[in-house]
């Protein structure tokens, strides 16, 4: 029998394989749904992929570095089976100063190095990460959770909402008033004013503040960038919290275990499959249709896209509810981020710490931003010019951990650039600007590592726009909707949307546009898979999928 919206193709269609369409998709496949998995490129994994960018020289292309992966999902779906391997950074950050200084953490160094700028920051420094880390834990248990939805009237919807508030009450009871105040602090604050109450020394500062505007278009005295601070607290890697690693074979290793136990489960993946148009009959989708004019019917739709592309592209406005259409009109997207790949000769010798030979601080994220002064004066710069005249860069060598990235000798470095903004002044196209920006980012490299620039045997430029046209990131953002506290727990994406469910009947969130939140985590597709299970099998014993 053909499909129809009466006798559908799959129980479940998912628009973008990236992660959390992947995550999604293993799940609902484990419980026992038929699914099929659309993706628009030629790869899934969405912005998790590696790719040749220049000839013998693979790398991360868009996200590039571990750590928020969810360990849950990680064991549930058996993802070292399927092989991936992550690696810890031999030192987690290493931060060089204009003047031959250099701040270098990581397991046994950290505090001895902080003593080298304060001692006072050194003796504090145990206290803030224990601080730190209670929050972290408390909403650390949150991630994998609905956040409580907020919904109109009173009934059975209402009443298991203000269970969800409670049980959320409960798990904030157990904090102490001085954490419960740090938590609205970290809600509402900028980073640089909690940073300015804990520490006096400025590198410091610049390398825990840099957290807090990592795809974030602000300033860290912007309120509200000390959440995204704490958003960054969550990971952990192998066991260990707050450590950042590497996936052998680059972020495509993660995506690519992803999509093996999703097959295993029966899923169906598709590359190749653009979809053009969300089918809707009788205020329910049914299906998308794919750029060849094939049709894919399914009882739900899964999207794994940007929200805002999703309602203001592939949907027609007469189908959705004036005002919920209005918001996500206004949903703010915009990284400020400009991402390199580079392929080098050899290894890059820091003025700081200089050699060629592969040290731990090859190995670590390299932070190239001295003060949150200077961050400030980087993103103020970008708003009115365009992008910073001296930028933010953070630079990691994965090549130093990774032999498979590049030819014997060689390496491959990731530059995540700040700030730059989404859409430059006066209608100017990133397609002109971009090779002048991809000069200026090899420029500040240089000024701490010079020799740099002659390293470069090749280079991938991508603007705001490029990683929107690639990706679907609109206006370049990696978290699919900004941090703010108006987008948001349980205003992601918008109050009464909370719990993984669009405004339209059998249409479900899976993507980062839903809470948690942005970062390579699988959370919003883990959660989004649970919630489509509680609606297509609520008796059933599917739920052991999530013990």
């Keep these: 029998m053909p499909a129809s919206p009466e006798y559908p193709e799959y129980d479940v269609v998912i628009l973008g394989g990236g992660h959390n369409g992947l995550v999604c998709a293993a799940y609902l496949g484990r419980a026992g749904l038929k699914v099929k998995v659309l993706e628009r490129r030629a790869i899934v994994g969405g912005a998790a992929v590696t790719e040749e960018f220049y000839p013998s020289f693979r790398n991360s292309i868009a996200s590039y570095t571990v750590s928020l992966l969810n360990p849950k999902v990680i064991a549930d779906l058996e993802l070292h089976r399927h092989g991936l391997k992550i690696l810890e950074r031999p030192a987690m950050n290493f931060l060089p100063?204009?003047?031959?200084?250099?701040?270098?953490?990581?397991?046994?160094?950290?505090?001895?190095?902080?003593?080298?700028?304060?001692?006072?920051?050194?003796?504090?420094?145990?206290?803030?990460?224990?601080?730190?880390?209670?929050?972290?834990?408390?909403?650390?248990?949150?991630?994998?959770?609905?956040?409580?939805?907020?919904?109109?009237?009173?009934?059975?919807?209402?009443?298991?909402?203000?269970?969800?508030?409670?049980?959320?009450?409960n798990e904030l009871r157990h904090l102490d008033l001085e954490a419960r105040r740090l938590l609205l602090d970290l809600f509402t604050k900028p980073a640089a004013e909690i940073l300015d109450e804990w520490f006096e020394s400025a590198p410091l500062k610049a390398l825990l503040?840099?957290?807090?505007?990592?795809?974030?278009?602000?300033?860290?005295?912007?309120?509200?960038?000390a959440y995204v601070l704490l958003h960054h607290c969550f990971g952990e890697v192998n066991g260990k919290k707050g450590i950042w690693g590497h996936?052998?074979?680059?972020?495509?290793?993660?995506?690519?275990?992803?999509?093996?136990?999703?097959?295993?489960?029966?899923?169906?993946?598709?590359?190749?499959?653009?979809?053009?148009?969300?089918?809707?009959?009788?205020?329910?989708?049914?299906?998308?249709?794919?750029?060849?004019?094939?049709?894919v019917r399914g009882r739900t739709l899964a999207a794994n896209v940007n929200l805002k592309l999703l309602y203001t592209q592939l949907m027609a406005e007469t189908a959705l509810p004036a005002d919920?259409?209005?918001?996500?009109?206004?949903?703010?997207?915009?990284?400020?981020?400009?991402?390199?790949?580079?392929?080098?000769?050899?290894?890059?010798?820091?003025?700081?710490?200089?050699?060629?030979?592969?040290?731990?601080?090859?190995?670590?994220?390299?932070?190239?931003a001295p003060s949150l002064a200077y961050m400030d004066t980087a993103y103020r710069d970008a708003r009115d010019f365009g992008w910073s005249?001296?930028?933010?860069?953070?630079?990691?060598?994965?090549?130093?951990?990774?032999?498979?990235l590049a030819p014997p000798g060689a390496h491959v470095a990731s530059l995540f650039c700040q700030h730059v903004a989404p859409e430059l002044p006066d209608g100017r196209s990133w397609d002109d600007a971009r090779d002048e920006v991809?000069?200026?980012?090899?420029?500040?490299?240089?000024?701490?590592?010079?020799?740099?620039?002659?390293?470069?045997?090749?280079?991938?430029?991508?603007s705001p726009l490029d990683l929107e046209r690639t990706f679907g990131l609109v206006g370049g953002d990696i978290f699919h909707g900004a941090l703010t506290l108006n987008q948001l727990f349980s205003a992601r994406p918008m109050l009464g949307h909370a719990d993984y469910?669009?405004?339209?009947?059998?249409?479900?969130?899976?993507?980062?546009?839903?809470?948690?939140?942005?970062?390579?985590?699988?959370?919003?597709?883990?959660?989004?898979?649970?919630?489509?299970?509680?609606?297509?099998?609520?008796?059933?014993?599917?739920f052991s999928a999530w013990r």
């Design 97 to 169: 100063l204009p003047d031959g200084g250099y701040l270098l953490t990581g397991e046994g160094r950290t505090k001895s190095e902080i003593a080298k700028f304060s001692q006072r920051d050194a003796d504090r420094y145990d206290a803030y990460g224990a601080k730190l880390e209670t929050i972290a834990d408390t909403l650390r248990d949150l991630v994998l959770r609905a956040p409580p939805n907020v919904v109109e009237g009173f009934g059975l919807k209402s009443l298991r909402e203000l269970g969800r508030a409670a049980a959320l009450g």
């Design 209 to 225: 503040g840099f957290d807090s505007i990592v795809g974030n278009y602000a300033s860290p005295y912007d309120p509200g960038t």
């Design 247 to 295: 996936a052998v074979g680059g972020m495509g290793a993660i995506t690519e275990a992803m999509a093996k136990a999703a097959a295993e489960y029966g899923v169906e993946i598709e590359t190749h499959a653009e979809v053009t148009e969300i089918l809707i009959e009788k205020d329910r989708v049914t299906g998308v249709v794919l750029k060849d004019g094939q049709v």
């Design 324 to 368: 919920f259409l209005a918001r996500m009109r206004n949903f703010k997207c915009g990284s400020g981020t400009f991402r390199m790949n580079v392929a080098l000769s050899e290894l890059p010798s820091f003025t700081a710490l200089p050699g060629k030979d592969a040290g731990a601080h090859h190995g670590a994220g390299i932070i190239l």
């Design 389 to 404: 005249r001296a930028p933010i860069v953070e630079m990691l060598i994965p090549s130093t951990l990774d032999d498979s």
């Design 438 to 462: 991809a000069d200026l980012m090899i420029a500040t490299v240089e000024a701490y590592a010079p020799g740099f620039a002659k390293s470069v045997v090749g280079r991938q430029a991508l």
């Design 501 to 542: 469910r669009g405004p339209l009947r059998g249409l479900y969130h899976c993507g980062s546009g839903a809470h948690p939140g942005g970062g390579v985590t699988g959370a919003p597709g883990h959660n989004a898979a649970r919630a489509i299970l509680a609606d297509l099998k609520p008796f059933s014993s599917s």
